[in-house]
């Protein structure tokens, strides 16, 4: 595994779990305000946590990199042109 890859994948992993909680805490207050989710709790609830788990990686995977300050300096300073050295004095 790459060193940046093997990196992405330890920040992804500590953010899985709060991603995870964002995601179940919008969908079961979604299931417990709809009126018509609400009379079927006991089958939306379960759903809810099982998408959650599943949704939560590919988000948690996606964030990591930005996660990433040094990184994304570097690319916003490319991207408008910026020297580097000049950058640092700013």
Not at 41 to 66: E, F, T
């Amino acid at each position: 595994m790459e060193k940046d890859t093997a990196s992405r994948l330890r920040i992804a992993a500590l953010i899985y779990t709060m991603t995870n909680a964002v995601l179940f805490g919008a969908g079961v207050i979604t299931v417990l305000t709809v009126p018509g989710l609400a009379e079927n709790a006991a089958y939306w609830i379960p759903v809810v946590v099982a998408a959650s788990l599943v949704l939560a990686a590919p988000l948690a995977w996606g964030i990591a990199p930005r996660l990433r300050a040094r990184n994304w300096r570097r690319r916003r300073d490319r991207a408008i042109g910026m020297d580097p050295a000049a950058a640092r004095e700013v």
